[in-house]
C-alpha cells in the first residue's frame, strides 16, 4: 500500500486509487449504514443457527427451530387432503350411479377424476379420451362391454382380457381366415359394411348375410346389433374400433384384433376407479 | 485542445471538506399553530366534521339487499370478491367502474386545482383534516400557541409530563379509533367489532388496524407538515397545475407595503405606510410555519388561516379586509403593476388609493368569470362525459350473462347412429341476489338437440334451469346433430337465455364442428 495520501482541497485523505489525477475521498460511511451493516450480519449469523443451513458430511444443520420445508409441503398436502375429506367420504360410501346424480358429488369426482385420466389412461385413450383405431372413443354413446356407471366401474376395476384378474372382461372372437372361403369372406364384409354405409358390390350383400347367419350372429347377434355380455361390438352403427369400410373389416374378420385393457382396481384404489368411472359417464355418451 | 488558461474559476469551498461537514436534512422548526377564527375556519370545522363523519360512520349505515346479500350500504367483500355500494353490486368483470370513478376523481382533481388551487390540500385531504383533529386536542391540554411554547421550553415537570402524555394517549386513541374504522369496509361492521374486541377477529384485522394506527399518530401527531412538505408528490403536481387564473391565497402586498409596525409615527414622518402592521398573525397561525408574505411557495397548503387571521386584525383597525386573500395571479400582476406605476418604482400607496380607507376603481378583484374559464370548462365536460358513460352503464347493464366454451379436445364426436356431438360449458352469471329460473335454449343448427349434465330430462332444444342467488352456474351442455342435417364442418348457432320473469334474455354464438366427412 502507498503512503496515505491528503487531498488539497478538502483535507481528506483518499484511497489511494487514482484514475487519470482524479482520486477517491475515503469520506467515513454515514454510521447509519454502518449500523445497518453490521445488524445485518448479525442477522445472517443467526439465521443459520435458526434455521438449517450448514453443510455437513452427510445432511445439514437441523436449526433451532426446527423448520423444514419438506414438512411444509407435507402440511400443506395434508390440509389439502383434508379439504377434500368430506367429497372422499362420500364418495367411499356411495354407489358411482348415486355419486352422478348428486350435482356437487358429481363434479368434485369430475375434476378428480379427469386428473386420475390424465395420468394414467391417456398413454391408450388419448387426452381428449377421443381414443385411436384400437383404442375406443370414451366420449360416444357405444360401448363394447355397457355404458351405464356400473359397468364402466367394473371394466376400469378389472380390465378387459387381462390374464391377471380372474373376473377380467373375457371374450375372443375366432380367427376365420381359415374357416371362410375368402369369397366368403368378401361377402360378409360387404354385407356387414352395408347395415351402416354403402357398398360397392350389391350383389355381395345377400350371400354375404347368409354367411353371417351361419357364421357371427351366434355372438354379434342376428341383426349385427352386438352383445355386450360378450363384448361383441355392434356392427349395425357408425362407430368402428378398427377401422371402417370394406376392407377392414374384412381384415378383422380373417385375423381379429382383440385389445387388452389392464385391470385398475388393485392399482388406484376403490375411491379413484370411482372418481373414474363418474368422470368417464361424464363425457357425454354414459347410459 | 483545450486552453487551461482560459477557463474561468471561481473560488468555492469543497461541500466535502472537513470543515464545513453539515448534516444533509434541515431539522424541523416546531411550529405551534394559533387557533384562527373566521369565515375560513369555520367552513374548515364543516368540511372536517362532514369528512370525518363520512369515513367513520358509513360502514354503519344499513341497506337491504334481500336474503342472498349483505345489507350493509358500503361493502367491499373481498373473499367473495363482490364490492356493494348502497344500490350498486360490482362483479369483479365491472371493476371499469373504479376505474372510471378514478378517472372522475383525478379529472374533478384538475378542474378544482385549476379554478379554486390547493383546496384539496387546504381542506379535505386526510392529513389536513387529521393534523386539524390532533391540535384540537393539543390546545384543549396544552393551550393555545404561546401556552405551548412555553410548555415546550419548560423542565420536565409532573404537571408537563401528566399534559404531554394525556395528549399522547388521546392521539393514541383516536388513531387506533381510525384504523379500526378502516377495516369495518370490508367486512360485516357490527359482527367484526364484536369479534375484533373478543379477539376473535382474523390476524389481517389486527395487522391493519396496527399499521394503519401506527401512521396516522406518526403522520398526524408527529410529523405533521413535514408530510405534506417533504413526503407528498402532490404539491408538486398540484402547483403544475396552477396557471396565472387560479386562486391563490395571495398576500396582496401592492396594499400592504411599505409595512410599518407604527404606522402614525410614519405617517406623521411623511412615509409611505401599507395596510400592512407586521403583526406576524397570519405566521402565527400557519400550521405549515410559512410566512405568506414571501410570496407563493410550495409548502403553502391553501388552508385559507392567514386569511382569518389578517381579516381579523384589518377590521380591528378599521381597514378594508383582503391584504391576504384568495386572488389569481393576473389580478395581482395588474394590482402590482398599478401600485408601483409599470414597475417603475417601489410600491406607492398613493397610486391605488382614492382615500385612506378606499381603493381606486382600477383594481382588480375577484369574479367569477376570471375563475370559470374555458380550461375549466373542458375539465367539467370530461368529467361529466365520463360520468354520465358511467351513469348510463349501470343503469342499462345486464344482471344476467352467459358465456360459453367450447369443448376442444375432442372438437366432436361421431354417434352411434352417426349424429355429430359437441360439447361445451356454458356459464349462466346471475348478477342479482335472488335465486331464479333461467330458460337455456338452442338458436339456429337444424334438427339440433341438447342435453344438460346433470339434468335428468330428455334431449330436446329448451331446459329450465334454476340457478343460485348472486352466483354463477356452470353447466356441461352435450348438443347433437342427426347426421343428415350436417350442412357444413362448422356451423354458427347460439345459446339463448332467458328470464321470463324480468323479461332479461342474453345470447352468445357459438361454433358447432363436424367432420369434413360425414356419411
Known amino acids: 500500500m502507498s503512503s496515505e495520501h491528503i487531498d488539497e482541497v478538502s483535507g481528506i485523505s483518499t484511497t489511494g486509487h487514482e484514475w487519470d489525477g482524479i482520486r477517491e475521498l475515503n469520506n467515513p460511511l454515514p454510521r447509519w449504514w454502518v449500523i445497518t451493516f453490521y445488524i445485518t450480519i448479525a442477522w445472517a449469523a443467526a439465521y443459520t443457527i435458526a434455521f438449517p443451513a450448514w453443510p455437513m458430511l452427510t445432511s445439514a444443520s437441523k436449526g433451532v427451530l426446527g423448520y423444514s420445508s419438506r414438512n411444509d409441503v407435507k402440511n400443506e398436502l395434508a390440509a389439502a387432503e383434508a379439504a377434500k375429506g368430506k367429497y372422499v367420504a362420500a364418495i367411499q360410501q356411495k354407489t358411482v350411479s348415486e355419486i352422478a346424480s348428486d350435482n356437487a358429488l358429481r363434479e368434485f369426482a369430475v375434476a378428480a377424476g379427469g386428473a386420475t385420466f390424465k395420468v394414467n389412461c391417456v398413454q391408450c385413450h388419448v387426452s381428449g379420451a377421443q381414443g385411436s383405431k384400437g383404442f375406443p372413443n370414451l366420449n360416444d354413446d357405444d360401448w363394447l362391454w355397457g355404458g351405464k356407471a356400473e359397468q364402466i366401474q367394473q371394466t376400469i376395476t378389472h380390465g378387459i382380457r387381462f390374464g391377471s384378474d380372474a373376473d377380467t372382461r373375457q371374450s375372443e372372437m375366432p380367427a376365420f381366415a381359415d374357416v371362410l372361403e375368402p369369397e366368403q369372406i368378401a361377402q360378409v364384409s360387404a354385407y356387414v359394411a352395408s347395415l351402416s354405409g354403402s357398398v360397392r358390390d350389391k350383389t355381395l350383400i345377400q350371400p354375404g348375410a347368409e354367411v353371417f347367419a351361419d357364421n357371427c350372429a351366434g355372438c354379434h347377434g342376428e341383426s349385427a346389433k352386438g352383445n355386450r355380455e360378450l363384448g361383441a361390438p355392434d356392427l349395425s352403427d357408425a362407430i368402428w374400433l378398427h377401422g371402417s369400410g370394406e376392407s377392414a373389416i374384412a381384415a378383422q374378420v380373417r385375423a381379429p384384433k382383440q385389445g387388452v385393457m389392464p385391470a385398475w382396481g388393485a392399482r388406484l384404489g376403490d375411491t379413484k376407479v370411482k372418481e373414474l368411472t363418474v368422470y368417464i359417464h361424464s363425457l357425454g355418451g354414459g347410459e | ?519
Open chain 2, 1 to 519: 485542445m483545450l486552453d487551461q488558461t482560459q477557463i474561468e474559476r471561481h473560488e468555492a469551498e469543497a461541500v466535502t471538506c472537513v470543515k464545513l461537514r453539515q448534516p444533509l436534512y434541515a431539522a424541523r422548526k416546531k411550529i405551534f399553530p394559533k387557533r384562527a377564527s373566521g369565515r375560513f375556519r369555520q367552513f374548515k370545522w364543516l368540511v372536517m366534521a362532514v369528512t370525518l363523519g363520512i369515513y367513520y360512520l358509513t360502514p354503519w349505515l344499513r341497506w337491504n339487499r334481500g336474503a342472498f346479500a349483505p345489507d350493509q350500504a358500503v361493502l367491499l367483500d373481498l373473499a367473495n370478491r363482490r364490492f356493494y355500494f348502497f344500490f350498486i353490486e360490482i362483479w369483479p368483470q365491472q371493476f371499469y367502474y373504479v376505474a372510471g370513478l378514478l378517472m372522475m376523481a383525478g379529472i374533478g382533481l384538475f378542474m378544482v386545482t385549476s379554478t379554486v388551487g390547493r383546496a384539496w390540500c387546504g381542506y379535505t385531504c386526510p392529513q389536513t383534516v387529521w393534523v386539524d383533529l390532533f391540535l384540537v386536542i393539543e390546545r384543549a391540554l396544552e393551550g393555545d400557541s404561546s401556552a405551548r411554547i412555553k410548555l415546550d421550553a419548560a423542565r420536565w415537570t409532573a404537571r408537563k409530563l401528566f399534559v404531554r402524555g394525556a395528549k399522547h394517549a388521546i392521539w393514541l386513541i383516536i388513531a387506533a379509533a381510525t384504523g379500526g374504522a378502516w377495516i369495518f369496509y370490508f367486512a360485516d361492521a357490527p359482527k367484526l367489532l364484536g369479534a375484533v374486541l373478543t379477539g376473535a377477529a382474523a390476524p389481517a384485522a389486527y395487522v391493519t388496524i396496527a399499521v394503519l394506527t401506527g401512521t396516522t399518530y406518526l403522520f398526524g401527531g408527529l410529523m405533521r407538515e413535514q408530510v405534506c412538505t417533504y413526503m407528498c408528490p402532490w404539491p408538486r403536481i398540484q402547483a403544475a397545475m396552477l396557471d396565472e387564473n387560479s386562486l391563490t391565497v395571495t398576500y396582496n402586498d401592492w396594499r400592504g407595503e411599505p409595512r410599518s409596525r407604527h404606522a402614525k409615527k410614519a405617517l406623521a414622518s411623511g412615509k409611505a405606510v401599507g395596510d400592512c402592521v407586521d403583526c406576524n398573525a397570519c405566521m402565527a397561525v400557519c400550521p405549515m410555519g410559512i410566512d405568506i408574505r414571501d410570496g407563493q411557495q410550495l409548502e403553502c397548503i391553501t388552508c385559507a388561516l392567514c386569511i382569518d387571521a389578517c381579516d381579523g386584525v384589518m377590521d380591528k383597525l378599521g381597514r378594508a379586509r383582503g391584504l391576504v386573500s384568495y386572488a389569481t395571479l393576473a389580478d395581482y400582476n395588474a394590482n402590482m403593476a398599478l401600485a408601483t406605476a409599470g414597475g417603475t418604482g417601489a410600491i406607492n400607496p398613493a397610486l391605488i388609493r382614492s382615500s385612506s380607507t378606499t381603493f381606486v376603481n382600477a383594481i382588480a378583484g375577484f369574479h367569477l368569470r376570471k375563475i370559470f374559464r374555458l380550461r375549466s370548462f373542458i375539465y367539467l365536460g370530461a368529467w361529466s362525459a365520463i360520468g354520465l358513460v358511467l351513469l348510463f352503464s349501470l343503469l342499462t347493464r345486464e344482471r344476467l350473462a352467459l358465456t360459453v366454451l367450447h369443448d376442444r379436445n375432442p372438437q366432436f364426436v361421431t354417434l352411434s347412429d352417426g349424429s355429430i356431438q359437441n360439447g361445451y360449458t356454458v356459464k349462466l352469471v346471475n348478477m342479482i341476489a335472488a335465486p331464479r329460473t333461467i330458460m337455456l335454449s338452442l338458436e339456429g343448427l337444424a334438427g339440433a338437440e341438447m342435453s344438460v349434465v346433470g339434468v335428468d330430462l330428455p334431449a330436446g332444444r329448451s331446459f329450465a334451469i334454476p340457478v343460485a342467488p348472486d352466483r354463477l352456474t356452470m353447466l356441461k351442455v352435450f348438443v347433437r346433430q342427426p347426421a343428415n342435417q350436417v350442412s357444413k364442418p362448422a356451423q354458427s348457432f347460439a345459446f339463448r337465455i332467458g328470464d321470463e320473469a324480468s323479461s332479461e334474455s342474453a345470447e352468445y354464438t357459438a361454433s358447432f364442428n363436424a367432420p369434413e366427412i360425414t356419411r
